[in-house]
């Protein structure tokens, strides 16, 4: 089905700091999904919250900086734009 859909698809996890978040990773790469090496911090949903390190994760391979430059814009500007509205 992935396949089937040319397109990039882009996954925030947590960092792998224990079990769980270890067998995530690993189950999101048994799917092809890769690692990418960008510091990625989500924004807050709440004012007065702190912004929290996820991990970007990407199929069907890693995506260049200007790539992850454009999704971190978009998440900024497009979607988080109305986490306080």
């Given at each position: 089905m992935?396949?089937?859909?040319?397109?990039?698809?882009?996954l925030?996890?947590?960092?792998?700091?224990?079990?769980?978040s270890?067998?995530?990773?690993?189950?999101?790469?048994?799917?092809?999904?890769?690692e990418?090496?960008?510091?990625?911090?989500?924004?807050?949903?709440?004012?007065?919250?702190s912004?929290h390190?996820?991990?970007v994760?990407?199929?069907?391979?890693r995506?260049s900086?200007?790539?992850?430059?454009a999704?971190?814009?978009?998440?900024h500007?497009r979607?988080?734009?109305r986490a306080?509205t």
């Open positions: 992935l396949e089937e859909a040319h397109k990039t698809l882009i925030e996890i947590d960092p792998p700091v224990d079990e769980l270890r067998r995530r990773k690993g189950f999101y790469e048994r799917c092809g999904f890769a990418n090496p960008y510091e990625h911090i989500h924004p807050p949903y709440h004012w007065g919250n912004g390190e996820l991990v994760m990407t199929w069907p391979g995506i900086r200007e790539e992850y430059n999704f971190a814009r978009y998440l500007e979607v988080m734009d306080f």
